[in-house]
Each structure stands twice: as C-alpha cells, then as structure tokens.
C-alpha cells in the first residue's frame, strides 16, 4: 500500500475522509463537503445521532454529481485532547472500515488543528502510521479469498497544508512500521516455517540496513558452555542457533550499547513435559520476545538511530524426543550455576539464562532488556493490557514506563525479593527452573536475574501483550508486534547521542 502526502484539496479517491469535532464542530474540509453535497454532511449527523465523539464514524453515499464513492466523517472528540496515540487510532480506525470495502484509493482531508497538543505535520504523519499498521493482514497462505473479504485499498492520500517537515516524520514512522511488522510477520509464521535455521536466515537479512549479524552454531554453543540453552533444543531435528544483531549508530564506536535479548523458542510442545493438544498450535508465537528485538532492530537501523545497540536472540525448538531432556536433568549454564530442570516445559527460562549471561559477559552493556512470552502467570495477573516488567533498576523502569505510555505499550512493575528468589533453590543443584505453585512470572523473573549481575536490567514478560484474538485500534486480530515501538521509544528518548 502507498501512503502519500498531497496539498491538493480536491478529492479525486474512491473514499474521502472529513473530519468533525465534538458537539458537531465540522473541520473546515468537513465544510467543505457539506457545502458541495447541499447539506447532506449536517443531514447525516443528525439522522446518524454522530455528535462528533472520538472514533465515532458515519458513512455517506456520496451524490452522483460528485467523482468519489463515499465520504467518511469521522469524530475526532476534543480537540485539545488529541495527541499521536489518539491520531494513530483514528489512522486505524478508518482503515478498518474501509480496507475491505471495494475502494481502493483513499483520499484524507486534514485540517491543521487549532487548539490540540499535536501540530498539523504530526497529526497528518501520525495519521498515516496508522493506517499502515491497521492494514497489515497476513494472507499469504490463503489460495482463495471471498471478494468481500479481500483487502482493497492499495493507495492513501493525507492531504494537508503541512511542509516537508511531514513526509520526513512520516518517513521515520514508517520504518519503525516496517520493524512492527516484520515482528508480526515472524510470530505468525508456522514452526514448519519458522524455526531455528530458516529464521536465521530471515534474521540475516537485515545486514542490507547495516545490521551485523552473527549466527553462533550448536558447536559453538557448546564451546561457550550454554549448556542450559542447548538443553532446550536438544530434543529437535532443528540446530538451535544464537543469533547476535550489531547495530551501530552512534558517532562514538566505543560507546557501550543498549542491548536487547529475546526468547526466541520457535515452537514450545512442553517437550516431555508436554502440553495438553487444545491450543497447542499457539506456541508457534513463543519466539515473540525474539521477534520483538529483531524488529526493534530493524526500526533503530531503518531511521538511522544515533546509538549503538546489540541484539540477541536464543532460537531453539522444544520437542519431546528420545533425544529430548527429562525432567530431573541437571545442565550446567555459561555462568557456571546448575539447574535442576524440573519442569521441561519452563524452557524459556533456561534460552535466557545463557543468552543474558553472554550478552553481558561480552558486550559490558549500559543496559539489559529481556523479552519473552515467558509465563501464563502474567496473563493471570495482568490479562493483555500491560507486559509485566521486573528490574533491578528503577531508573530504567521509570524511563521504561513512560516509554509505553508514549506508544501505549503499557508496561507494569511486578515485585521481585530474596522470598521470591529463594523459591528457585534446588535440592541438587544451584537452581532449579520453577518455583512454587505462586507468583510464576515472579520466580521465573527471579531465576532469570540470577543470570545477571550488576548492569541495569529489566525482564518484559509479554506472554499477555504479544498476541491477540481482537483486533485492536492499530492491529488486525492476531500477532501485535508489541515491543517494537516500546524498545524504539525508549532509545529515541533516553539512549541516542
Ligand atoms: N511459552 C510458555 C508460556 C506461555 C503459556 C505463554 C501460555 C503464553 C501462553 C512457557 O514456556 C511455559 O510453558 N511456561 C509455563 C511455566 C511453568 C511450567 C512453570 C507456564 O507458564 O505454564
Ligand atoms: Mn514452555
Ligand atoms: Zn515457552
């Protein structure tokens, strides 16, 4: 779909947007249309009971004597309160009304707020970001589609008095778009599609951005000692492979890099510990975490962010097998510690353990962020509204939670303590990877701080945030791509020179 700014006031699409205020306030382009459709725009409110509330949307025939199909009057709400999270839902909002509609142009009238928190370049780039984000659908295995459920819309118009100045945050917008996306795409993919070598190799495209990558072998692996990450896998035909991503932006070569470090299980059985079959084929998302590094990856690379990050992501397969590990297995990780592995099914933490360990042993990070679709406790606690986070450091937490507010990628602190922690003592090793029947994401976050040491560190559990049966404002049902925009936020606010 091609998105493009225009200065052109006349609608030429097969859709036109207008937008009104609340209590009925027509933008001026609203105006407009009412005044060329002899009212019909005022008549409409007012049959449709539309009082310009956020989000509200009325749909309108337009009259032959115009060259368009249909005007939208959409309801932007109080001015003053708009801001880009709202703008980006109205993005989003419209396009889910119209991508299956027929129309395949789509022409948008912006009127350059007067009273809001948001300019007109932000409001109409913000808009635009949107827009691509909602009309992303993964249909490539469907061979036939009904007409009236195909996609349409191929060409959008955001037609706005604004400067340059909007094509060049839209750029921006728009790569950090194509980091979201790539996330969703490689949650969505099957485990026969997806697993530890062919995403490696997907991963390796990024060096066209000026990404380095380096994808470590199971050889290599054993070499380092990642014995607890190895464990994982070794019940699959598949190699597992560590994948290290080298961003580097910052005009400073020696500056420390933020890092990123993913659970990237390809697909989760439970291994011996097998899950039950209903709702089995779900654990193809249990490589989101890693998914959501990559594509913060691709985003920071895509708009060229000043500062050097790295990005790590452990990629395995959980399979029960004659090969696979028992329960009651002890490993032994990089870090020298052993685990008791009582649970072959708590395997995400045990990708993490070597994958965090390594990361900070070699690249002496400013920072450590893990994500992982780690724990169904998390969805207990906090349903699909926040990720829950775990830290070491207040200060990057705080910074972390204003990030999500930014992106609306909520984030919520959950407790950690010498209690929580003592829950993961084994018996016959150092560890071991579950805790008691509470506080799940807890222990599990408890377990994966033994695996740091003094560096800033947050665990983002996003069993809950990483997929969704609804759609959202800016997502059709299915992988979300949270984290992307969070790990971008972050840095574009804290982190670059
Ligand atoms: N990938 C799962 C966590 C998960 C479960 C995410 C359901 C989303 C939905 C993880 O590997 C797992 O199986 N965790 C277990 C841990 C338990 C065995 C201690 C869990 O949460 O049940
Ligand atoms: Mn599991
Ligand atoms: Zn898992």
Redesign the pocket.
Known sequence: MNIKFSKKSLPTSDSHVVFVYSDKELSDSAAKIDKVTDGLVSRAMDVGHFEGKFGQIIELVAPVNLDINRVLVVGLGKEASLDQVKTQKIGGKIMARLIASGDETLSIAVDVPKKANISGAEFAAHLGYGIRLRRYRFDKYFTKQEESKKPSVIGVDIMCTASANVKKMFEELDRIADGVILARDLVTEPGNVIYPESYAEKIKELSDLGIDVEILTEDEMEELGMGSLLSVGQGSACESHLVVMHWNGSENDDEPPVAFVG?G?TF?T?GI?L?PGAGME??K??MGGSAAVVGAMKALAGRNAKVNAIGVVGLVE?MPSSTAQRPGDVVTSMSGQTIEVI?T????RLVLADALWYTQDRFKPKFMIDLA?????I?VALGQEYAGIFSNNDELCENLIRAGKDVDELVWRMPMSKGFDKLVDSKIADMK???GKYG??I??AQFLQRYVNDVPWVHIDI??T??RTEASDIAAPGATGYGVRLLDQLVRDNYED
Do not use: R
């Open positions: 659970k299980v989760d439970g510990s899950k779900d654990m998302f249990d959980n649970n099914d708590a395997e995400g679709t780690l724990t169904g406790a969805m990877n579950v805790g799940g994401s222990t599990a069993a809950g990483a997929w």
